[in-house]
């Protein structure tokens, strides 16, 4: 199954490293509720703004749970607005959208 | 003891970065509370975020002297527009938390339609820049429907600048302004941010591997623009600032200025940046134009 993490639950902005923080505690909880089976989505759908700074904390601490769960980690809803964000940071940590599958999948070092 | 008086006088039309010459306070950190600092404003015909967050910038400086807080008067512009207007973006309440201002009891309020993108606020730390930023978005849904594409340039340039100001500036963190201003070719967003920290030089100095790296304020202020500096030894820390230069992007007539100790630096899209030595002014100031069109 595919579980979503939905990030505008908790803002539609996100400014601050402090905030990708606290949202990956929120996520390591709901991962605990995970199976084996499940895939983990990461939505951004409604989102309107985020930072590079909130971005770039974001993914450290994803790529660390990537590693722990040893599962894949999606993100998907991204508007155009910033999508650009999202790709510059992943292209500044060396990191790609994984070409394997069709959405905006797991992340992987280039 | 000599009693030391210090007279500021703020431009008439007060817009560029290099006027905060004119709030220039000389061996500032002498200062005690038997001095006095007079701040006035009584010219001000037209003043920019960056003017207005400068004054605060400099009289939180003073309030935060070792010695103590001097006495400090602010003279009240004479042009009602002006007075107006600092009203409608809350300088008063700003101020209120700093020191007293003896403002008219004959303000009128003129009626002109003014409301700020994000009125002067102060912030201190990660969740008041949360706040602030969900507060834009929300202005964006309102008063400035039909811009939303600039939303998240706009939340890029606030949230790295605030960002700076809180984790990087040893500072308590600094105020914003954010203002949509209707010009004759057009109409632009502008945000300024400021605090009163130790400035960006002194902040990468605290990284042991920055000393001696940089041989003025500005040359520090340029190198900064290109990432990967900062008081942090971390590869990927240090790129707000270049994060804000890269959100002006291509677009033509953008532009980002930042101040800090005694150099600043302009950037206008498409041209080389510009950089200049000016008197010391405490902390750091940016202020970025975004046209809407």
Same mark, same amino acid.
């Given at each position: ?24 505690? $929120? ?42 769960? $040893? ?16 790709? $510059?940071?992943? $292209? ?19 | &003891? ?15 970065i ?27 015909? #037209? ?21 103590? &807080? ?12 002006? %007075? ?6 809350? #300088? ?14 004959? @303000? ?22 949360? @706040?602030?930023?969900?507060?834009? +978005?929300?202005? #964006?849904?309102?008063?400035?429907? =039909? ?10 340039? *606030?949230?790295?600048? /605030? %960002?700076?100001?809180?984790?990087? /500036?040893?500072?308590?963190?600094? #105020? ?6 209707? *010009? ?6 502008? @945000? ?5 920290? @130790? ?6 100095? +605290?990284?042991?591997? &920055? ?10 202020? &340029?190198?900064?623009?290109?990432? =990967? ?12 600032? *270049? ?12 532009s980002l200025t930042l ?5 600043y630096v302009i950037i206008y899209?498409?041209n080389?940046p510009y950089s200049a ?17």
């Amino acid at each position: 199954m595919n579980k979503q993490f939905k990030l505008s639950d908790y803002s539609l902005t996100f400014s601050t490293r402090v905030k990708a923080s606290e949202l990956c505690d $929120k996520l390591r909880q709901f991962v605990l509720t995970l199976d084996d089976n499940d895939n983990l989505f990461i939505d951004f759908s409604d989102v309107e703004a985020v930072s590079y700074s909130f971005f770039d904390q974001l993914l450290s601490e994803l790529l660390e749970l990537e590693s722990s769960l $040893k599962k894949d980690i999606t993100i998907t809803g991204l508007s155009a607005n910033i999508t650009s964000v999202i790709d $510059k940071s992943l $292209k500044h940590r060396s990191y790609q959208y994984k070409p394997t599958r069709s959405e905006r999948t797991l992340l992987y070092q280039a | &003891m000599t009693v030391m008086e210090v007279k500021l006088t703020a431009p008439s039309n007060f817009k560029r970065i290099k006027q905060l010459d004119s709030l220039y306070v000389p061996r500032i950190q002498r200062l005690s509370p038997l001095d006095q600092v007079i701040i006035d404003l009584s010219k001000i015909t #037209f003043i920019k975020p960056l003017g207005v967050i400068g004054i605060l910038t400099l009289i939180e400086r003073l309030t935060q002297l070792e010695n103590g &807080m001097p006495n400090i008067e602010l003279i009240c512009p004479e042009n009602k527009e002006v %007075i107006d207007y600092l009203v409608k973006i809350d #300088f008063i309440n700003a101020l209120e938390t700093l020191c007293d201002w003896d403002i008219p009891d004959d @303000i009128e309020v003129i009626g002109k339609k003014l409301k700020p993108v994000i009125p002067i606020t102060r912030f201190s730390d990660a969740n008041d820049i949360e @706040i602030i930023a969900n507060q834009m +978005q929300e202005i #964006f849904h309102t008063e400035l429907m =039909g811009l939303s594409t600039l939303l998240q340039p706009c939340h890029v340039v *606030y949230s790295e600048l /605030a %960002i700076n100001a809180v984790e990087h /500036a040893n500072s308590n963190g600094g #105020f914003v302004l954010a203002q949509q201003f209707e *010009y004759h070719d057009g109409s632009r967003l502008e @945000i300024s941010v400021g605090d009163c920290g @130790i400035g960006i030089h002194k902040s990468l100095k +605290q990284n042991k591997i &920055m000393k001696g790296k940089f041989k003025s304020d500005r040359e520090a202020i &340029m190198s900064t623009l290109s990432g =990967g500096l900062s008081r942090i030894n971390d590869p990927h820390r240090g790129y707000g600032l *270049y994060w804000v230069k890269e959100e002006l992007g291509d677009s033509p007539n953008r532009s980002l200025t930042l101040r800090s100790g005694n150099g600043y630096v302009i950037i206008y899209t498409g041209n080389r940046p510009y950089s200049a030595k000016c008197k010391s002014f405490p902390g750091t100031i940016a202020h970025v134009v975004i046209p809407c069109g």
